[in-house]
């Protein structure tokens, strides 16, 4: 009885550590400056692991092409998401949608609190970018015609900040989950976002720790 009690808590185990992968906790500031953060969001990332992350960002005619699966653009809105290439966790952040006449610009920063980043994509290599050790710097520009954007490759237990200077043309801010749709985030310049990866490991064990103890309290009443 209690090997079969085991087994299954095995198979829960890998069954939580599958669901659990790609997930990502997304926070704001209560208001800019403020360094208190409130959790808005927990989003999984979209699956992208057949091919690179400039793949699945497929930049075309100057514009994020996304593969099928990924989001679509959205028109005056900057939308963020985490997609699983093959070399491992990208942040991809998309500017306007392609071909809507609008115009528009936006200075951001993104800075790694924890883990690693290295730039896969840019979207227009003429814009003004530059890295100061764990900060990205872009300045973005789009015409009617065209997305703007980047992607980052990411890696370890990484935690970013994500916060504009400026921007215009802009009425939305959307982070994206893979099967969930998008939730509204809050913008505005000089207020910081955050993601954070989840730690699966810890939280599998968490989860296998609990359904241990009751197997076991179970026995003995048994």
Same mark, same amino acid.
């Given at each position: 009885?209690?090997?079969?009690?085991?087994?299954?808590?095995?198979?829960?185990?890998?069954?939580?550590?599958?669901? $659990?992968?790609?997930?990502?906790?997304?926070?704001?500031? &209560?208001?800019?400056?403020?360094?208190?953060?409130? +959790?808005?969001?927990?989003?999984?990332?979209?699956?992208?692991? &057949?091919?690179?992350?400039?793949? !699945?960002?497929?930049?075309?005619?100057?514009?994020?092409?996304?593969?099928?699966?990924?989001?679509?653009?959205?028109?005056?809105?900057?939308?963020?998401?985490?997609?699983?290439?093959? +070399?491992?966790?990208?942040?991809?952040?998309?500017?306007?949608?392609?071909?809507?006449? +609008?115009?528009?610009?936006?200075? $951001?920063?993104?800075?790694?609190?924890?883990?690693?980043?290295?730039?896969?994509?840019?979207?227009?290599?003429?814009?003004?970018?530059?890295?100061?050790? !764990? +900060?990205?710097?872009?300045?973005?520009?789009?015409?009617?015609?065209?997305?703007?954007?980047?992607?980052?490759?990411?890696?370890?237990?990484?935690?970013?900040? $994500?916060?504009?200077?400026?921007?215009?043309?802009?009425?939305?801010?959307?982070?994206?989950?893979?099967?969930?749709?998008?939730?509204?985030?809050?913008?505005?310049?000089?207020?910081?976002?955050?993601?954070?990866?989840?730690?699966?490991?810890?939280?599998?064990?968490?989860?296998?720790?609990?359904?241990?103890?009751?197997?076991?309290?179970?026995?003995? $009443?048994?």
């Amino acid at each position: 009885m209690l090997n079969k009690l085991l087994s299954g808590l095995a198979a829960a185990a890998a069954a939580f550590g599958m669901a $659990q992968a790609g997930t990502y906790i997304v926070e704001q500031e &209560t208001s800019a400056g403020s360094n208190v953060f409130t +959790t808005v969001a927990t989003i999984q990332s979209y699956d992208g692991t &057949t091919r690179t992350t400039a793949g !699945n960002y497929n930049l075309s005619n100057a514009s994020y092409n996304g593969r099928p699966g990924l989001p679509v653009p959205v028109a005056d809105g900057v939308m963020m998401f985490i997609v699983d290439s093959s +070399t491992g966790p990208a942040l991809f952040m998309v500017f306007d949608g392609i071909s809507d006449s +609008t115009r528009g610009n936006a200075a $951001q920063t993104i800075e790694m609190l924890s883990g690693s980043a290295s730039v896969a994509v840019s979207d227009d290599g003429s814009e003004s970018a530059s890295v100061s050790g !764990n +900060t990205f710097s872009y300045g973005f520009r789009w015409a009617g015609c065209c997305t703007d954007g980047l992607a980052l490759d990411l890696s370890g237990m990484f935690s970013l900040e $994500q916060e504009f200077q400026s921007f215009s043309g802009l009425s939305s801010f959307l982070v994206f989950s893979e099967g969930e749709g998008s939730t509204q985030l809050e913008l505005g310049t000089g207020l910081a976002t955050r993601i954070s990866a989840v730690p699966v490991p810890a939280a599998g064990l968490l989860l296998v720790t609990g359904l241990a103890g009751l197997g076991l309290r179970k026995r003995r $009443q048994a």
